[in-house]
T-cell receptor
């Protein structure tokens, strides 16, 4: 596709349920980022992939959060045993290269997760 | 310490007037990129403008310009001739080079409302 695609657009989960959020980056983009955006806040970094390698996962809030990008394209963010504080918009972004500070991020529309 | 600081939670501007959105940043790396993104109510982050740390001139993109003051570590966004469609959240962001982690940091955003 032409842009970054995320699915589902909305997800309602019961507390304790596991969820999986999918991100399809722009074809050929090497870098992929996941962000968490709480209501009224800026995006907070979760994790970063360069191709299939997860180079930074320092932003994942707990070991209930897990991300993968096994073939260097599609990525999945999994949240186990969801809690109410996990409710947020999860944004995926990709960029073509890795080495230049001027590489802008292209964002998807996000997945809005609501944990009841 | 916050990497990106946006001190204006909300701003109002009259249609057709200019408005400046403030952003300060913090980094010890000499090579970095500064970005502004717009997030309308639909949720997608839209790239507006980029400024490199070594760029001598302020960046401009149509009605958007970036007032880059390196010594003050500020990168304010100027929107000229505001339009009703400019009403949105605006985020300042900084990208550090790969050696420093290749991360994108976002501010907390400024909500801009254009008044007819």
């Amino acid at each position: 596709g032409a842009g970054v695609s995320q699915s589902p657009r909305y997800k309602v989960a019961k507390r304790g349920q596991d969820v999986a959020l999918r991100c399809d980056p722009i074809s050929g983009h090497v870098s992929l980022f996941w962000y968490q955006q709480a209501l009224g806040q800026g995006p907070e970094f979760l994790t970063y992939f360069q191709n299939e390698a997860q180079l930074d996962k320092s932003g994942l809030p707990s070991d209930r959060f897990f991300a993968e990008r096994p073939e260097g394209s599609v990525s999945t963010l999994k949240i186990q045993r969801t809690q109410q504080e996990d409710s947020a918009v999860y944004l995926c972004a990709s960029s073509l290269r890795t080495v230049a500070p001027n590489e802008k991020l292209f964002f998807g529309s996000g997945t809005q997760l609501s944990v009841l | 310490a916050q990497k990106i600081t946006q001190t204006q939670p909300g701003m109002f501007v009259q249609e057709k007037e200019a408005v400046t959105l403030d952003c300060t940043y913090d980094t010890s790396d000499p090579s970095y990129g500064l970005f502004w993104y717009k997030q309308p109510s639909s949720g997608e982050m839209i790239f507006l403008i980029y400024q490199g740390s070594y760029d001598q001139q302020n960046a401009t993109e149509g009605r958007y310009s970036l007032n880059f003051q390196k010594a003050r570590k500020s990168a304010n966004l100027v929107i000229s001739a505001s339009q009703l469609g400019d009403s949105a959240m605006y985020f300042c962001a900084m990208r550090e080079p790969p050696a420093a982690g290749n991360q994108f940091y976002f501010g907390t955003g400024t909500s801009l409302t254009v008044i007819p």
